[in-house]
C-alpha cells in the first residue's frame, strides 16, 4: 500500500490529502476484512462467503457515503477520481486474498 500512495501521489500532487485519507480507510477496512474473514475460517466456514460480501458491502457502502458525494460535487467524476478510492481499495483486496490464502492453505 506504501508503494501505491506514492505513486499516486506522485501522479496527482494535488490531490495528497484526499489520496492520504483513501489509503488509511481503505487499510483498515482491509485490515477488519482479514480478522472478519479470518473469524470465519476457524468458526463459520458454512457462511464465509457471506462474510467475505459484508466485507465487500462495508467497504462499498464507505466509497457511496463518503468518497462519492465529495467525487460529485462539481458534477463529473473523472478517472483520477475513481482511481483515489478504487486503487487502495484493489491493493487491499489483493493483501487480503494474499494473506489469507498464505496463512490458510
Not at 17 to 25: Q, T, V
Request: aromatic share 18%.
Amino acid at each position: 500500500m506504501p508503494l501505491g500512495l506514492f505513486v499516486q501521489l506522485e501522479l496527482l500532487p494535488g490531490r495528497s490529502p484526499f489520496l492520504i485519507a483513501s489509503y488509511g480507510i481503505n487499510l483498515i477496512l482491509a485490515i477488519i476484512a482479514l480478522f472478519l474473514l479470518a473469524w470465519g475460517i476457524h468458526h463459520k466456514k458454512q457462511n464465509l462467503a457471506t462474510l467475505y460480501l459484508i466485507t465487500v458491502a462495508l467497504k462499498l457502502g464507505v466509497y457511496f457515503f463518503y468518497f462519492h458525494p465529495r467525487f460529485e460535487m462539481d458534477g463529473v467524476l473523472t478517472r483520477s477520481e475513481f482511481f483515489i478510492f478504487f486503487a487502495p481499495y484493489a491493493i487491499g483486496l489483493l493483501m487480503e486474498i494474499v494473506v489469507l490464502t498464505r496463512r490458510y492453505s
